[in-house]
Structure formats: structure tokens, C-alpha cells
């Protein structure tokens, strides 16, 4: 942990550049908030450590990386030319195409000139007497600016469990959250990967297609459903985008900020069982993460989720040939949807290939990483390539990488040992002056990115026009505003079956890592009218001073 202590070296004025506002990250957040201040008149700076923009697509470049949520509702609403003279090619966009999304929408809005690539921030320091942000960056530059916004990204600092023998490893060892940006060929290698969340989901039926033989090393079996992934119909299209807005506007009043997630009134255990097989038989062959809320208490009610959790079980055992892989591919030891849900194209199918395997290191784990593979308690394997599908150290591991410190003698990480603590997910108390997009205590991950990421930076572009026309040099969350939605936070979580599953959301991928519920999960449109109804009452539990 940063000693808090160690004063930071007071660089040369003549070094240090000033700015009206800093931005942390060039993907999604960062961009659109550096589109919005410039359009205050902002001198705006944007640090980013990749190469180009896109954020989490920029790293994500894995075989079979894909979006989640529908193209056309995972994009940005905020410019009716910008979505109605985009074309989205498929459904479910692949990285590529989001990719070039991200770069379309920088060319358009010209943002690339106030944007640093290849520049990661290291430190940011707040400066108390000038009430200003002095951040560092790893090339050495020194920006100063009364407000920072951290665009870092949930799930943007890629997590490898440290296997002994990691390094001795001759072959080739890749993490699916930093891919080789010319891509990776697998033809006649023998691949390992690691991992069965998302990411190792959507790659695994790829590498199978390319290698001599893929083992998979699975530690826990997850939930997915296909994807049902297909080419947009050009009609369909223009009938979306004659009613775009329209769209906009339902997504905006959703929980996750999604219009094509139906809002359910019934409960599982209403319907007979014939009807409601028929329900998720619907729901399967749409292909949508939208499936556990098909009735209203599948994410509340153990029994009711068990309905949806064996109709998906039941699947798997209908898809995979073996009946012994078929049970270590079927999930048991968690409610469905209370890890992410998955969508995949033929994932449980790769199971029926003669060139894949599929080792449990549940019961035999992974004791170390050899020169020539993998070996578990079991066996060694041996491998030309090994793939860590491990995830990432979410919503808290890219905002603490950085060494943020409140000039009173705090850091971030300090204030945040016990888990992240914010209010609304925007600020939190004792760090002026500095926003979050997407920050723990936000709907954020439970939501479509995009939607929130758009409701978070249209409130802090109005928050920070007003501070600049009212004078006031600092804002601040109050603690007690900041406990009690810490409180408010945990008790709708509470409400749920989610905190009980090992997840990411829980930060339980993460040894170590203190067990809280993150996200915030009453919903995007709840949230929205919450953010606005603080903003309308002069900013209630946020200090302001001039
Ligand atoms: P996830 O969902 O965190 O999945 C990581 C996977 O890696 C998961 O199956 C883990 O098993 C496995 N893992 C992690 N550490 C180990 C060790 N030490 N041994 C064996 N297996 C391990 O990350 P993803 O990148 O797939 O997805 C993250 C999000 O990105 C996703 O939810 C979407 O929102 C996009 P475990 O379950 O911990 O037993």
C-alpha cells in the first residue's frame, strides 16, 4: 500500500500543464466526457495507456470477443447522426466491429488531439490550497486540473493467478484481457486455457477450431446460454432507426437500461410447469442475457431460480454427448444469474469435439506452471500454448492501481481497504473534485455500459458547468450522504441472490479481496431519478465551497 505520508515531488511549474479537466481512460467514458467538456470550452486532457481508443475493446482482442448486449441498444445515443449513419453488422457485434465503433466515433468528434496514448497515469495527487488534481504519468508528464475524471473501466485490470513456475514456461502464455493486437495462431499447437467465464466461453470454441488439441481447465462450470448471434437484417435496421429515439427513451426507463428486456410482473412458481418450460424454451432460442428475468423472481427466490437453473442444466445435458463431461460442464454450486450469465456460439458443443478435453481443477487443481505445460495434482500437460481466461481485478482494480492521494494525508487505497465506499458511485468522501464513471456503487456492470456510461457523464458535465458558473472551486461528498447509500447499496443486494455466489461482483476472483457487493442493483432507471433528483436539490450530500 502507498505510505500516504511521502509527499509527492513538486515538479517545475514550467513542466506542469494546466487543464480545465483531466480524463482518465479513452474507451467508452472517456471519450463521450471528453466529447461534452470540450463542448463547455473546456481545455480538456485525456491519458490513455493504450495505443488507440476503446478501452476494454482495445484490450479484448481474444478469438470470439463479443458484446453481450445487442449492437443497436450497445452504442451511443447522444448524437442522432452518429446512430443513424452507423451500420451495425450483426446482432451481437464482435470486437472488431466495436472497435472500429470506438475509432469512428474519435475521427468524427475529432477527439484524438486531446488525447495521450501510450501514456499510463500513475499517480494523481489533490492539491488542497489550489483545489486542483496534479496527475503523473509514466512519460513523465506532469497536468493540473481542478477537476478529474477516472474513465478507467471495470473490468480493466487483467488478473493471472500466480501459478508457481509462471515464468518458466517456454511456450507461449497469453491473458485474453491482453491480446496480441496482430492475433494468435493456433493451428497445430496444443492450447491450455484456463477460465470458463465470459471470455474463456466465447474463445474456447475458436481455439478448438484452430489447435491440434485444447485442454480446458475449469474450475467452476457456468451458466450459458447461445447467443442465437446472426447478421442484422437491413429492414429490421431501418425500422429501429425510424424509431430511434423512441428506443433511446424506453432503454433510458429500464433497470438495465436495456429497452428489449421485457419488465416482468409473474413469478416463476405461478406457472405450471408445462407453461413455464415453454417460457425459457422462448427465452433459450432468442438467445439473450435478458433470460433471468424472464419472471420477475428469478434472481430473488432460490426455488424459482432453480426452475431456470435446470432448464439450462438440462440443456447441457442434451447438447453434450458424454453423460461424465456433460456433469462437470453442469453447474451446481451457484444460482444462475448471479455470476454473470454467459452467451456463447457452440460452446457446449466444442465438448462433443475429439480434439478438446475438459480437466476439472476443482478436484485436482493447478499446482504449477512447467516449462513444457500445466500441472495439476493430478497429471502434467503438456502444451505449446497456455490461455489465462482469469478475468480481471473488477470496478476497483484500475482506480486503485493508480496512486491517488487527497492531500490530507489519505490514499484511495487506504480509505478503500475494507472495500470501495462511494456515493452514487460518482465520488467519494475526502477525494474533492475527483468523479468516477461507472464506479463501484453505480448500476454500472449490471447494465448496458453504454447506457450508464452516457447517464454518468451527462450528470457530471452538468454538475461541472455549474460549479464553474457558481464559482465553486470544490465539491465534495459528505460521509454521512456517502454511508447511508453504502447502506442503501448492500440492502437491495441483500434483497437478491447475487451475494451469495463467489463472483467478480463480490470480488471474489481476487484473494484477498474484501467481500462487497459493488454494482449497485435497484436498477438504472431508480438510479437516474436518484442522480437527478440530488443534482435538482443543489447537489444534496455533496459539500460545495468556493
Ligand atoms: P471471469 O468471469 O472472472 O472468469 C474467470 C475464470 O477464470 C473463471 O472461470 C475462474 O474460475 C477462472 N479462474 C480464475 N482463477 C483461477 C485459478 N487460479 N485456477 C483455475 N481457474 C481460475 O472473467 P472473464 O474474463 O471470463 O469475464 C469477466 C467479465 O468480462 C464478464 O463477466 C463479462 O462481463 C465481460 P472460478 O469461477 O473463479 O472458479
Known sequence: ?????????????????????????????????????????????????????????????????????????????????????????????????????????????????????????????????????????????????????????????????????????????????????????????????????????????????QAAHLHVFQRTPNYSLPAVNHPLDRQAVARVKAEYAALRERARKAPAGVAGFAILTRSALEDPPAVRQQVYQDGWVRGTTGFTRLYKDLLTDPAANDTAAEFVRGKIRSIVKDPAVAARLTPTDHFIGTKRICLDTDYFETYNRANVTLVDVRSAPIEAITASGIRTAEREFELDAIVMATGFDAMTGALLAIDIRNGAGATLAQKWAGGPRTYLGLMTAGFPNLFVIAGPGSPSVLTNMISSIEQHVDWITRCIEQLRARGIARMEAEQTAEDQWVEHVNEVADLTLLPRANSWYVGANVPGKPRVFMPYLGGLHVYRARCEEVAARDYEGFALSS
Open 1 to 209: 500500500m502507498p505510505d500516504a505520508t511521502q509527499t509527492t515531488p513538486e515538479p517545475t511549474s514550467a513542466a506542469v500543464q494546466p487543464y480545465d479537466a483531466i480524463i482518465v481512460g479513452a474507451g467508452f467514458g472517456g471519450l463521450y466526457m471528453l466529447h461534452r467538456l470540450r463542448a463547455l470550452g473546456l481545455r480538456v486532457r485525456v491519458f490513455e495507456a493504450g495505443s488507440g481508443v476503446g478501452g476494454t475493446w482495445y484490450w479484448n482482442r481474444y478469438p470470439g470477443a463479443r458484446c453481450d448486449v445487442e449492437s443497436l441498444e450497445y452504442s451511443y445515443s447522444f448524437s442522432e447522426d452518429l446512430q443513424q449513419q452507423w451500420d451495425w453488422k450483426e446482432r451481437y457485434a464482435s470486437q472488431p466491429e466495436i472497435l472500429s465503433y470506438a475509432n469512428h466515433v474519435a475521427d468524427r468528434f475529432e477527439l484524438r488531439r486531446d488525447i495521450a496514448f501510450d501514456t499510463r497515469v500513475l499517480g494523481a495527487d489533490f492539491d488542497p490550497l489550489r483545489n486542483e488534481w496534479v496527475l503523473r504519468t509514466d512519460r513523465g508528464d506532469v497536468a493540473r486540473a481542478p477537476h478529474c475524471i477516472m474513465a478507467v473501466g471495470c473490468l480493466s485490470l487483467p488478473r493471472m493467478p500466480e501459478f508457481p513456475g509462471r515464468d518458466s514456461f517456454k511456450g507461449k502464455l497469453y491473458h485474453t484481457g491482453l491480446w496480441p493486437q496482430e492475433g494468435v495462431d493456433f493451428s497445430g499447437l496444443r492450447v491450455g486455457v484456463i477460465g470458463t467465464g465470459s471470455s474463456g466461453i466465447q474463445a474456447i470454441p475458436q481455439i478448438a477450431r
